[in-house]
């Protein structure tokens, strides 16, 4: 578990019994994590890590060694991966795209070209058995898929604020999503058809019917929802 604003990943078991944490481990190059976004153990129990106030994704083993890093040039990352190939595949969400760097360092491929228009702060991305790459674009509140040339040859939006956070890939093409901003996750098929939800989460003070324009539905000619002012700032985080 990326434990993010306690700056730590810990690993439990079933009982709910701490087994392991990064809290007060020093890593060998002298860093600490900060704001840690996501952790996946890799097949020898290393964690890769995506560490984003520190603008990077690391690989650690249990005793705190830091066995590959990638910091040059991320954005406060969500979610990476390793690849088959031993690549590595990490959403570059304040950067506004994907990358594929390899073990050495080098981009390798990229998807993005830093515009909101193309990708507006992706968190999560997933490479398919057919080399196509599954990615949630959130702040423009979709899930695309693309090919390795560039192409969208898929792509599912919806017409509210959503933030969708993470998107895998089901057996049959229906996509699993984990829809933040309404609190469920969704089974979409190609068509873009919902088949399956769920959500038990229900706000004790419903907050956006007393709002003008609380669910962002309507929006102007500059594509921004009517009835608010843009403030800028940090996209999440310290």
Request: aromatic share 8%; with cysteine; glycine share 10%.
């Given at each position: 578990?990326?434990?993010?604003?306690?700056?730590?990943?810990?690993?439990?078991?079933?009982?709910?019994?701490?087994?392991?944490?990064?809290?007060?481990?020093?890593?060998?190059?002298?860093?600490?994590?900060?704001?840690?976004?996501?952790?996946?153990?890799?097949?020898?129990?290393?964690?890769?890590?995506?560490?984003?106030?520190?603008?990077?994704?690391?690989?650690?083993?249990?005793?705190?060694?830091?066995?590959?890093?990638?910091?040059?040039?991320?954005?406060?990352?969500?979610?990476?991966?390793?690849?088959?190939?031993?690549?590595?595949?990490?959403?570059?969400?304040?950067?506004?795209?994907?990358?594929?760097?390899?073990?050495?360092?080098?981009?390798?491929?990229?998807?993005?070209?830093?515009?909101?228009?193309?990708?507006?702060?992706?968190?999560?991305?997933?490479?398919?058995?057919?080399?196509?790459?599954?990615?949630?674009?959130?702040?423009?509140?979709?899930?695309?898929?693309?090919?390795?040339?560039?192409?969208?040859?898929?792509?599912?939006?919806?017409?509210?604020?959503?933030?969708?956070?993470?998107?895998?890939?089901?057996?049959?093409?229906?996509?699993?999503?984990?829809?933040?901003?309404?609190?469920?996750?969704?089974?979409?098929d190609p068509a873009g058809n919902i088949?399956?939800?769920?959500?038990?989460?229900?706000?004790?003070?419903?907050?956006?019917?007393?709002?003008?324009?609380?669910?962002?539905?309507?929006?102007?000619?500059?594509?921004?929802p009517s009835d608010w002012i843009l403030?800028?700032?940090?996209?999440?985080?310290?």
């Amino acid at each position: 578990i990326a434990d993010t604003t306690d700056d730590r990943v810990i690993e439990g078991a079933r009982d709910q019994q701490g087994v392991w944490t990064s809290e007060g481990l020093d890593l060998s190059d002298g860093s600490t994590l900060e704001y840690t976004n996501n952790a996946v153990e890799l097949p020898d129990r290393s964690l890769l890590i995506t560490d984003r106030n520190n603008d990077r994704c690391l690989q650690i083993d249990r005793e705190g060694n830091v066995v590959w890093q990638h910091a040059g040039g991320l954005k406060h990352p969500h979610g990476a991966e390793r690849l088959e190939s031993g690549n590595f595949l990490i959403a570059d969400s304040d950067g506004n795209r994907i990358v594929e760097v390899d073990a050495s360092g080098p981009v390798v491929w990229s998807y993005g070209d830093g515009s909101p228009e193309m990708l507006s702060w992706p968190r999560h991305a997933r490479r398919l058995p057919d080399g196509n790459t599954l990615i949630t674009d959130s702040k423009n509140s979709r899930v695309i898929e693309v090919t390795p040339a560039g192409d969208v040859a898929w792509s599912y939006q919806v017409d509210y604020f959503s933030k969708f956070y993470y998107a895998e890939k089901l057996p049959g093409d229906n996509v699993l999503i984990a829809d933040q901003q309404a609190h469920r996750v969704i089974e979409v098929d190609p068509a873009g058809n919902i088949v399956w939800m769920f959500r038990n989460y229900v706000h004790p003070n419903p907050i956006l019917p007393r709002l003008r324009n609380g669910s962002f539905k309507e929006r102007g000619a500059d594509g921004w929802p009517s009835d608010w002012i843009l403030s800028s700032r940090l996209s999440e985080g310290g």
